[in-house]
Every structure is written in structure tokens, then in C-alpha cells.
């Protein structure tokens, strides 16, 4: 890397840590620091939501996995806008009229303390572990960088975000928010527009898109309704509104930013901002992933893109030749179609092929196949941008991971203070001190996140681990919620049927069929499948069921008369 892009990293390091920290002695109390005093105008929240969301994990791994996959990952967002839209007339007009600072004080209003300490520690264990996530994705990048341990990046990454989250509270989030979404739009736009400027002459976008599209890249809507198909327009749809009904309206990183808005009128502008940009925003993160397959069609790409992980001359010496043929028979299929396009498709299944059996060879664990999804964008940025460029997008891509880490942080320490510490403290302390316990705690979730980060170390494709974990609390934690409407259920009733939908996702988000045999088994819900196998119910779905088992359950356990 040139000492341009080192530079031009290092300052964006600098005005960060800067820029989170310059407003640090302003805090007067625990309104300021985990509302903004709820200051906040509507389109500075929306921003902050989406950049909460659109993380650096959703760069480097959505990106990679339209590479290996196609773009039917967008079906996931098609319940974004339906779920935005009803949670602007349902749960944030609640919010606003109970004037919480958590979620889980509105839980404790209707259902008593019980309640709201158990959805609080599930929140606090489940996003502490997916912070980790978000924190390593970016420190592949670093590791690649500087050839050294992915444990010290990671403790890079994981440091630099905890020190000025812990000082800036949720002003110094959003201010750094705004600022790195901008920073990230630059990046998906530089990157997609360079590819195709280095594109064979012959070779326009709308050629490079005919490729795609004649490979299956471009496929987006599955019709086929079947519950253990990853992505269709079904689970999109349907399970998808559950889960970004749950993800907006029941998790506390995504509502605080919104509670920091001056009105119930600007939050929900905020939130009708995400229904608006969001699904265009990952359509055309998911199209980068398409325009560096067929840029790599027309340029020399590795066998496998973790450059840590070797093949054999012969395997590569085998893999170059097959590029050159695939070269030949794309330009072939674009002058003739016909038969030339079913050569060119034969010939990138048969490259497609070379590359599993090689992350086969090459993975450390023989059991499970170790994929290199989360390594291909980096290895596109390090050898094919530019001079001073490639500081820029790596600056955009480590803004897209502080912009995750810091409102996740800042969540959790809220949450910990206000919902544990504050509520269960016989006498009441002062403003400064609990000022002082959420820095304090912040500082620990820090630690815990990144401890997360070094003992999960390299995984699959991370969007993926992400989702699968929340899909097993998110389902029954928005049962929870939606019951606080119906005056059937009791504190005790939905106690038990949050337990028993959480267990029941468990055990049906585990149950995989052998691919082979079709043999069943049970596996812990969280990775994929065994090798052999898949889910027979896939993750999305995951999310209706624990609605459902904790709304029905809790509404049929409870009694005619509302508890008071």
C-alpha cells in the first residue's frame, strides 16, 4: 500500500476519534449521553439508522456473497418498507408516550420487572456476541493489509471504536454516523464505476450485465414458496417483515437512535428514510459483488482470494488456463449467443467447481468446507484500486464498521445501566454518576466484544452468521412486544411463552435434512448446516415461528382481566 493511502487511513483515524470525542465534556447527565437530549433532527437520525445497518459487514461480506451466490440476498429487504411503516404507527408512537430510555422499561409498564430484566439480558448476550462480528469483519481487511495476526487487528478495531464511544456518547455516534454514511456511498460508487471503466473496451455495462445474466447472477425473485429455500420472495416478504419488524422496533441500538429525535413526528420520518433508501442502497451493494465477477472474467483472479491459503502449481497452473478459455468464451457469447453461451456457462461451472474442490484442499478444518466469501472484495480493493483511491474506500469501509461498533457499544452500556444498575439501586445516585457507570460500561462491553471478535476468529460469510443468530431471539422478543396490546396476557404467561419460543425456535432452527439420504438430524442453530446437510427450515422463517409461539401462548396462558 502506498504511503498515500496510509496517510489518508490514518487521518480518517485522527478526525474520527476527533470528531466523536470534541463534544465529550458537554455531558451533563444520562439524558445527554444516551438521548442526545432528544435533540436530534429526523434526517441526522435517519442517517445514523442506516449506517447502524449498513455496516462493514455489509461490504465486504454481501459483496462477496454475490459473488459466490447471485443477488437473491436483496429478497431479504422486501419486508423493510411494510415493517417501517407499521412500527411508525404502532411501537414508536409508544416509545414517545412512555418517555423510556430502553425498550424494556415500556416491557416492565405492562408486564412487571421480571419481564423486562430477562429481554434485557437476552439483548445484552446476544448483541455483545454479534458486535464481535462486526468488529472482525473489518479486521480481515487490516490483517490482509499488514500481513500480520488477525488478532491485533482485531483489537485495532475494537479499541479505537470503545475509546471514543465511551466519551462521545450518542451525539458523538450520530455526528460520526453522518458523516461515515457519506463516506460509505462514496466507496460503493467509486468501486462500481471503476470496474467498469476497466472493462475490455469491447465490453460496455450493458455487455458485463448480459454476462451476468446469462451465468444467473442477476436472479433476484424466487417464486417458489419452500420453507427451506434461503431467499425467495415468500420468506422475503413474509418472514422478512417479522424480522425488521423486531430488528427496528425491538432491538435497543436501532430505537435509540430514533428516541433521539425531537418529535414522534421526526422519528418517524427517520424511519420512513430507511424504508425509502435502504432497499436501492443493498440492490446496488449486491450489483458491486456482480461487477467484480465479470471483471474478473476479464482479469487475472486467485484460485482462492485468502492469500493465506495455498493450492498446488498444478491446481493453479489448471485454474489460469480454464480463466483464459472462460475469457475467450465470453467474448464469443457476446458476438454469437447460441452455443457459445452454453460453452461459456459449462466452462464457469467447471471453474466454479475448481474452486471448491481448492477451499475444500485448503480449509484448516476438514469437517466444514471454509469459505473465502469475506475475503474477495478486500483482495479486489488491495490489487486493483488506485493510488490515494484505495485509502478512501478502506476509510469508507472501516466508517461502515465504527458506525455498527459505536451504537451497538453504546446500546449495551445504556441498557446495562438504565435497565440493571438504575433500576435495581435501592438509592438514587446522581446524574454524574450514572454518567460515569455508562462510560464504565461501555469500556466493558467494549472488551467483551472484541474478546467475542478473537474467540469466533475467521467465519463463514458473516451477514449470514448475523442474521441467523438474531433470528433466534428476534421472532419471540417481538411476540413480547406485540402482546402489550392484548389485555389477555399476564406478566406470568408471557413469561413462559417467551421460554417456550425461544426453545422452540432452537429446536426447529436446528433440524437438517442430509442432502444424500435424506436422513434428519439436529444441529445448534448457528453456522449453516453440516456438510452433506441443509435446513430444513431456513433461518428467515425462524422469525414468524417465535412470534407466533410467544403471542398465541401467551395471549391463550393468560386471563380475561388485564393485570393492573
Known amino acids: 500500500m502506498h504511503l498515500l493511502d496510509w496517510l489518508i487511513l490514518a487521518g480518517f483515524f485522527v478526525y474520527t476519534l476527533w470528531d466523536g470525542l470534541k463534544h465529550a465534556g458537554k455531558h451533563e ?39 459466490v451466490e447471485d443477488m437473491k440476498f436483496l429478497q431479504f429487504y422486501l419486508g423493510l418498507p411494510l415493517a417501517m411503516v407499521i412500527l411508525s404507527v404502532t411501537l414508536v408512537p409508544l416509545y414517545y408516550k412512555l418517555k423510556v430510555y430502553t425498550i424494556y422499561e415500556a416491557l416492565e409498564n405492562r408486564f412487571g420487572l421480571r419481564l423486562r430484566l430477562m429481554t434485557s439480558a437476552i439483548f445484552l448476550l446476544s448483541k455483545g456476541v454479534t458486535v464481535g462480528f ?83 447472477k442477476l436472479e433476484i425473485i424466487d417464486t417458489q414458496f419452500d420453507l427451506g429455500s434461503k431467499y425467495n420472495i415468500w420468506s422475503g416478504l413474509i418472514a422478512g417483515t417479522f424480522l425488521m419488524l423486531s430488528y427496528f422496533g425491538a432491538d435497543q441500538p436501532q430505537v435509540q437512535r430514533v428516541l433521539t429525535a425531537k418529535s414522534l413526528t421526526d422519528a418517524r420520518s427517520s424511519l420512513l428514510m430507511s424504508a425509502v433508501l435502504k432497499l436501492p442502497m443493498q440492490f446496488f451493494i449486491l450489483l458491486l459483488g456482480i461487477l467484480m465477477y465479470v471483471f474478473y472474467i476479464y482479469h487475472p483472479a486467485p484460485l482462492v482470494f485468502h492469500e493465506g491459503r495455498s493450492c498446488s502449481a498444478a491446481m493453479n497452473q489448471s485454474f489460469d488456463e480454464s480463466m483464459l478459455e472462460r475469457r475467450f468464451l465470453a467474448n464469443k457469447c457476446l458476438e454469437e449467443n447460441g452455443p457459445m453461451c452454453e460453452a461459456f456457462q459449462k466452462k464457469d461451472k467447471e471453474i466454479n467447481e475448481m ?4 477451499l475444500v484442499l485448503s480449509s484448516v478444518k476438514k469437517e466444514k468446507i471454509e469459505p473465502d466469501t469475506n475475503y474477495i472484495f478486500p483482495y479486489f480493493m488491495l490489487h486493483e ?11 469508507g469501509i472501516f466508517a461502515a464498521a465504527l458506525s455498527s461498533i459505536d451504537s451497538v457499544l453504546n446500546s449495551l452500556a445504556t441498557s446495562s445501566v438504565v435497565d440493571w ?6 438509592e438514587k445516585r446522581s446524574e454524574g454518576y450514572y454518567l460515569r457507570a455508562t462510560r464504565i460500561t461501555t469500556a466493558l ?21 448475523v442474521n441467523q443468530l438474531g433470528s433466534l431471539v428476534y421472532g419471540p422478543i417481538l411476540g413480547v412486544f406485540l402482546l402489550l396490546w392484548q389485555k389477555r396476557a399476564t406478566s406470568r404467561s ?33 453456522g449453516g448446516p453440516l456438510e452433506g446437510y441443509k435446513n430444513a427450515i431456513e433461518y428467515l422463517w425462524l422469525n414468524p415461528l417465535g412470534v407466533s409461539v410467544v403471542f398465541v401462548v401467551g395471549w391463550l396462558g393468560g386471563s380475561e382481566k388485564m393485570e393492573g
Request: aromatic share 12%; hydrophobic share 55%.
Open 134 to 216: 462486526a468488529i472482525a469483519a473489518p479486521a480481515y481487511v487490516l490483517s490482509l493489509l499488514f500481513h500480520i495476526s488477525l488478532t491485533w487487528t482485531i483489537l485495532l478495531m475494537g479499541l479505537t471504536a470503545t475509546i471514543y464511544t465511551m466519551f462521545g456518547g450518542i451525539g458523538g455516534v450520530i455526528r460520526t454516523d453522518m458523516k461515515q454514511m457519506f463516506l460509505m456511498i462514496f466507496a460503493l460508487i467509486f468501486c462500481s464505476v471503476w470496474i467498469i471503466w476497466r472493462l475490455p473496451e469491447e465490453v460496455s455495462f450493458v455487455d458485463s450485465l448480459q454476462l451476468a445474466g446469462t451465468l444467473g
Open 421 to 426: 444498575l438504575r433500576r435495581l439501586q435501592r
Open 494 to 526: 408471557v413469561f413462559w411463552a417467551f421460554l417456550l419460543g425461544v426453545g422452540t425456535v432452537m429446536v426447529v432452527g436446528g433440524w437438517q435434512i442430509n442432502c444424500f439420504s435424506g436422513e434428519h438430524s439436529w444441529h445448534f442453530p448457528l
Open 355 to 358: 474452486r471448491h474442490t481448492a
Open 385 to 395: 484500486l488506485p493510488v490515494g483511491i484505495l485509502g478512501l474506500i478502506l476509510a
Open 29 to 67: 447527565g444520562l439524558d445527554s449521553v444516551v438521548l442526545a437530549g432528544r435533540s436530534t433532527p429526523w434526517w441526522a437520525a435517519g442517517l445514523s439508522v442506516m449506517a447502524t445497518q449498513a455496516s462493514a459487514i455489509t461490504f465486504i461480506s454481501t459483496t462477496g456473497l454475490a459473488y
Open 445 to 465: 462491553w467494549g472488551i467483551f466484544a472484541t474478546s467475542t471478535a478473537l474467540a469466533f476468529g475467521e467465519t463463514d460469510a458473516i451477514i449470514e452468521i
